[in-house]
C-alpha cells in the first residue's frame, strides 16, 4: 500500500450535544455541539475538501483534491511539487446515538463527511430509527424528543453510510478492558465510572446503559476493582469471587457517596488482603500468552465481519480504544484484512504506511474565541503550515525536555 499523505489533519471526536449529560459518568466526552459547528464552518470557510479516512489510507494525494483557493497562500504544492487544495479527515469513536441525532444533519448541512468508529457489542440491538436534529429544523420534532442518550443502531448507521456522509469502521469487538494484577485500584462507588467492571459481567446491558437507572446498582458497592488495562493489551486475570463477595462483606455497613476515602476501606479489609496475598489466593486465573492471542484474534475479526454483515460493505480501518496497542495487534489487524490501524498510545517512530496518527479538537474555558484559536493552530500544525509547526516544535521541546 502507498504511504498516505501525512499532512492531511485526521481529527477524532466522541459524543457531540448540545448540552452534555450530568448523569452519564463519562459526559467530559461530550463536546458542546456550538464547538462542532464552528469547526465545520471553518473547514468550509477556508477550502477544505472533507474525505473519509479510507480515502486517505487507499492513497489520496493533494494531488487529487480539486477543493480551495488557488489565490489563497495555504493552497500549497505537495512532495512532489504539484499544486494541491487542502483537505481533512474528520472521525468519531464508539459510535454514541449523538453522531445521528446532531452530528449527521450537520455534516449534511455543511456538505462535510465523518468517519465513525464502532464497536458491535455496543450496538443499539432494536431496530430504530430516532428523529434528529434535522427533524427539529423542520417542526417535526421537539428538541426534548430529540434529547436521548445511547448507541447506534443499524438502521441508523445504514441510513447514514446511503448518505453518503458517512463512513463506519471498527473499533474492536469490546472496547473494554480486564483486569491484569491483585493490586486493589479502587471500589465499586455510587458515580463511579463502572463502565468495564460492570459491562464484562452483564454485555447485555451494554448499548442502553447511559440512560440505565439501574446499571450502577448491577454490583453491590464495595466490590473491589483491581489494576486494569485495555483488553488490546491485557493479560486478563480472573479474580475469585469468593474473595470479592468477602470484601463486599467487610464494608457492607460503609455509608457509600459519591467521594469515599480509599485508605480508610483498605484498613477495613487489610487483614483480608494481606493473608488472600500471602497464600496467592485472590487470583483465580491467569491468561495465557496463547489465549491473549486467540481472544485479540477474534477481538478484531469478528468485529470486521459483523459490521460487513451488517452493513454490506469493507472494513479497512481498525481504531484503537483508548490508544492502547502493540506490535502484534497491528500486524494481527493487517493479516485478518485491515489496511490500516490507529497509532494511539505507540510510540511515532511506528508511524509507517499502515498507520495513522490523529489529534483532538475540543473547547477551551468555555470560550469560542480561544477554542476556534487552538483549533487552527492545531491544523495548521498538523499541516506543517507557518509559523504554526515551528511553534509547536518549540512547545515540544520545551515540553519532553523540562
Same mark, same amino acid.
Given at each position: 500500500?502507498?504511504?498516505?499523505?501525512?499532512?492531511?489533519?485526521?481529527?477524532?471526536?466522541?459524543?457531540?450535544?448540545?448540552?452534555? %449529560?450530568?448523569?452519564?459518568?463519562? %459526559?467530559?466526552?461530550?463536546?458542546?455541539?456550538?464547538?462542532?459547528?464552528?469547526?465545520? &464552518?471553518?473547514?468550509?470557510?477556508?477550502?477544505?475538501?472533507?474525505?473519509?479516512? =479510507?480515502?486517505?489510507?487507499?492513497?489520496?494525494?493533494?494531488?487529487?483534491?480539486?477543493?480551495?483557493?488557488?489565490?489563497?497562500?495555504?493552497?500549497?504544492?505537495?512532495?512532489?511539487?504539484?499544486?494541491?487544495?487542502?483537505?481533512?479527515?474528520?472521525?468519531?469513536?464508539?459510535?454514541?446515538?449523538?453522531?445521528?441525532?446532531?452530528?449527521?444533519?450537520?455534516?449534511? #448541512?455543511?456538505?462535510? #463527511?465523518?468517519?465513525?468508529?464502532?464497536?458491535?457489542?455496543?450496538?443499539?440491538?432494536?431496530?430504530?430509527?430516532?428523529?434528529?436534529?434535522?427533524?427539529?429544523?423542520?417542526? &417535526?420534532?421537539?428538541?426534548?424528543?430529540?434529547?436521548?442518550?445511547?448507541?447506534?443502531?443499524?438502521?441508523?448507521?445504514?441510513?447514514?453510510?446511503?448518505?453518503?456522509?458517512?463512513?463506519?469502521?471498527?473499533?474492536?469487538?469490546?472496547?473494554? =478492558?480486564?483486569?491484569?494484577?491483585?493490586?486493589?485500584?479502587?471500589?465499586?462507588?455510587?458515580?463511579?465510572?463502572?463502565?468495564?467492571?460492570?459491562?464484562?459481567?452483564?454485555?447485555?446491558?451494554?448499548?442502553?446503559?447511559?440512560?440505565?437507572?439501574?446499571?450502577?446498582?448491577?454490583?453491590?458497592?464495595?466490590?473491589?476493582?483491581?489494576?486494569?488495562?485495555?483488553?488490546?493489551?491485557?493479560?486478563?486475570?480472573?479474580?475469585?469471587?469468593?474473595?470479592?463477595?468477602?470484601?463486599?462483606?467487610?464494608?457492607?455497613?460503609?455509608?457509600?457517596?459519591?467521594?469515599?476515602?480509599?485508605?480508610?476501606?483498605?484498613?477495613?479489609?487489610?487483614?483480608?488482603?494481606?493473608?488472600?496475598?500471602?497464600?496467592?489466593?485472590?487470583?483465580?486465573?491467569?491468561?495465557?500468552?496463547?489465549?491473549?492471542?486467540?481472544?485479540?484474534?477474534?477481538?478484531?475479526?469478528?468485529?470486521?465481519?459483523?459490521?460487513?454483515?451488517?452493513?454490506? =460493505?469493507?472494513?479497512?480501518?481498525?481504531?484503537?480504544?483508548?490508544?492502547? %496497542?502493540?506490535?502484534?495487534?497491528?500486524?494481527?489487524?493487517?493479516?485478518?484484512?485491515?489496511?490500516?490501524?490507529?497509532?494511539?498510545?505507540?510510540? &511515532?517512530?511506528?508511524?509507517?504506511?499502515?498507520?495513522?496518527?490523529?489529534?483532538?479538537?475540543?473547547?477551551?474555558?468555555?470560550?469560542?474565541?480561544?477554542? %476556534?484559536?487552538?483549533?487552527?493552530?492545531?491544523?495548521?500544525?498538523?499541516?506543517?503550515?507557518?509559523?504554526?509547526?515551528?511553534?509547536? =516544535?518549540?512547545?515540544?521541546?520545551?515540553?519532553?525536555?523540562?
Amino acid at each position: 500500500m502507498a504511504a498516505f499523505n501525512k499532512n492531511i489533519p485526521v481529527i477524532y471526536y466522541h459524543s457531540a450535544a448540545p448540552k452534555n %449529560n450530568p448523569a452519564w459518568f463519562r %459526559n467530559y466526552l461530550t463536546l458542546e455541539l456550538k464547538y462542532f459547528e464552528e469547526h465545520l &464552518k471553518y473547514f468550509k470557510k477556508n477550502g477544505y475538501e472533507h474525505i473519509f479516512l =479510507k480515502d486517505l489510507v487507499n492513497g489520496r494525494r493533494d494531488s487529487d483534491i480539486h477543493l480551495g483557493d488557488r489565490s489563497d497562500p495555504d493552497f500549497h504544492r505537495n512532495d512532489k511539487g504539484k499544486r494541491g487544495g487542502k483537505a481533512v479527515c474528520l472521525t468519531f469513536d464508539d459510535g454514541y446515538l449523538d453522531n445521528f441525532i446532531y452530528v449527521y444533519p450537520l455534516l449534511k #448541512k455543511y456538505k462535510a #463527511k465523518a468517519t465513525i468508529f464502532i464497536n458491535p457489542v455496543f450496538v443499539d440491538k432494536r431496530p430504530v430509527v430516532r428523529k434528529t436534529l434535522e427533524d427539529y429544523w423542520n417542526n &417535526k420534532t421537539s428538541m426534548e424528543e430529540i434529547n436521548r442518550w445511547g448507541f447506534l443502531g443499524w438502521d441508523e448507521m445504514r441510513f447514514m453510510e446511503h448518505s453518503g456522509c458517512v463512513d463506519i469502521q471498527s473499533h474492536t469487538l469490546t472496547h473494554t =478492558k480486564y483486569f491484569v494484577s491483585d493490586k486493589l485500584k479502587s471500589f465499586h462507588h455510587p458515580g463511579a465510572d463502572c463502565l468495564y467492571y460492570i459491562g464484562n459481567q452483564f454485555p447485555e446491558r451494554l448499548p442502553y446503559y447511559i440512560e440505565d437507572n439501574n446499571f450502577e446498582k448491577l454490583l453491590p458497592y464495595g466490590f473491589p476493582i483491581f489494576e486494569d488495562k485495555s483488553s488490546i493489551i491485557a493479560r486478563q486475570v480472573t479474580i475469585k469471587p469468593s474473595f470479592s463477595h468477602s470484601v463486599i462483606h467487610l464494608l457492607k455497613d460503609y455509608k457509600w457517596s459519591n467521594s469515599y476515602d480509599f485508605d480508610v476501606l483498605m484498613q477495613k479489609i487489610k487483614p483480608l488482603y494481606d493473608e488472600a496475598k500471602k497464600n496467592n489466593s485472590i487470583i483465580e486465573s491467569i491468561e495465557s500468552e496463547d489465549e491473549y492471542k486467540k481472544r485479540v484474534y477474534f477481538e478484531l475479526k469478528e468485529s470486521k465481519d459483523i459490521i460487513e454483515k451488517e452493513l454490506n =460493505k469493507k472494513v479497512e480501518i481498525c481504531c484503537w480504544p483508548h490508544g492502547d %496497542n502493540n506490535e502484534f495487534a497491528h500486524k494481527t489487524a493487517l493479516e485478518i484484512g485491515y489496511k490500516a490501524t490507529t497509532l494511539g498510545k505507540a510510540n &511515532k517512530s511506528n508511524l509507517i504506511e499502515t498507520r495513522f496518527d490523529r489529534f483532538g479538537l475540543g473547547s477551551v474555558k468555555n470560550n469560542l474565541f480561544l477554542s %476556534n484559536l487552538k483549533a487552527r493552530y492545531k491544523i495548521q500544525s498538523y499541516r506543517r503550515r507557518s509559523p504554526y509547526f515551528q511553534i509547536n =516544535k518549540i512547545y515540544e521541546f520545551f515540553r519532553d525536555n523540562f
